[in-house]
């Protein structure tokens, strides 16, 4: 493998359709309230989510090389990092550098941004950045906040802050959908936290998994994955969503097949990794049909 394909792995390509649907939904909060914007700025938010996404897992990609966890993560197809630096390690200064370059263009598409919308863009920008930036060497070692700083970055940083990139306004259907997004994206990060506790305890990490253990983690992700749905009834019957989101209620029995079997599943490496790929294939369906609701 060369290493240029190695830097292409640790950017995780297939995972990095997440940033597009959070934007995304940014997109769909703005075409809702009236006001379609202009596909310049449209594609800008959507290519910066991209980058965005790209640079912290370039950077996560790195720094867990670097630290020597890599070396001893089990792999799933859903955690453990794509293993392209263990098996490239002469790749590892290419990905520090393409972390590095996608997080400038990021910065380049928030300052013209800034200059078009003013200071609001600023203060959601600079959390982003803060987030890619500190996430992997000092977020992982602080529980509570590891547990919240992947759904704020993809949840109300990146869909509010595309709201506010598309001179949209912030109103109680934006603010419910970032809610959202930040429940199903936290969820997501401790459910496949479970796989790689141990290796992560042995670096330094202090994750809740590791915090809480393992059953105790299974049961938060069923609170947060379940919760975001109750969030979704409740925001539909108030009148904050439309009727037309209830679509984002079909992946719900798989959500609910999930939470129910995931504590018997922790022991089960196989049943694991198809409790995590069903979760992943939730999340996706559940931002999809969100914003397909917002569109109609």
């Not at 400038?104 to 987030?131: C, H, K, N, S, T």
């Not at 992982?140 to 547990?147: A, N, Q």
């Not at 959500?255 to 599943?265: H, R």
């Amino acid at each position: 493998m060369s290493e240029t394909v190695a830097v292409v792995r640790a950017s995780r390509p297939n995972f990095l359709v997440l940033a597009p649907l959070c934007a995304g939904l940014g997109v769909a909060v703005a075409w809702h309230q009236g006001e379609p914007p202009a596909l310049l700025n449209t594609l800008l938010v959507l290519i910066g989510a991209l980058l965005a996404h790209a640079a912290v897992n370039l950077l996560n990609e790195y720094e867990d090389f670097a630290s020597g966890l890599d070396l001893i993560t089990r792999r799933t197809p859903f955690s453990g990092g794509s293993g392209a630096l263990p098996e490239v390690p002469a790749a590892a200064r290419q990905v520090l550098l393409a972390a590095f370059g996608t997080l400038g263009l990021v910065v380049a598409i928030g300052l013209y941004f800034l200059w078009l919308r003013g200071l609001p863009m600023l203060v959601l920008g600079a959390a982003g950045v803060v987030l890619v930036l500190t996430y992997t060497r000092w977020i992982t070692r602080s529980p509570v906040i590891c547990l919240l700083a992947p759904g704020l970055g993809f949840g109300p940083v990146m869909i509010l802050g595309s709201l506010i990139a598309l001179g949209a306004r912030l109103d109680a259907t934006a603010l419910t959908v970032s809610v959202i997004g930040l429940l199903l994206v936290s969820e997501l990060l401790l459910i496949n936290q479970i796989p790689d506790a141990e290796a992560d305890r042995k670096v330094g990490r202090r994750h809740l998994v590791i915090t809480l253990g393992k059953t105790v983690a299974a049961r938060l992700v069923a609170l947060l994955l379940l919760g975001s749905f109750g969030l979704l009834g409740a925001a539909i019957w108030i009148g904050w969503l439309p009727l037309w989101t209830a679509l984002a209620f079909a992946p719900l029995p798989a959500a609910i097949w999930v939470s129910v079997k995931l504590p018997g599943g922790l022991t089960n490496p196989v049943q694991l990794n198809t409790l995590l790929g069903t979760n992943v294939a939730v999340l996706l369906a559940t931002l999809a049909l969100l914003i397909c609701g917002l569109s109609l």
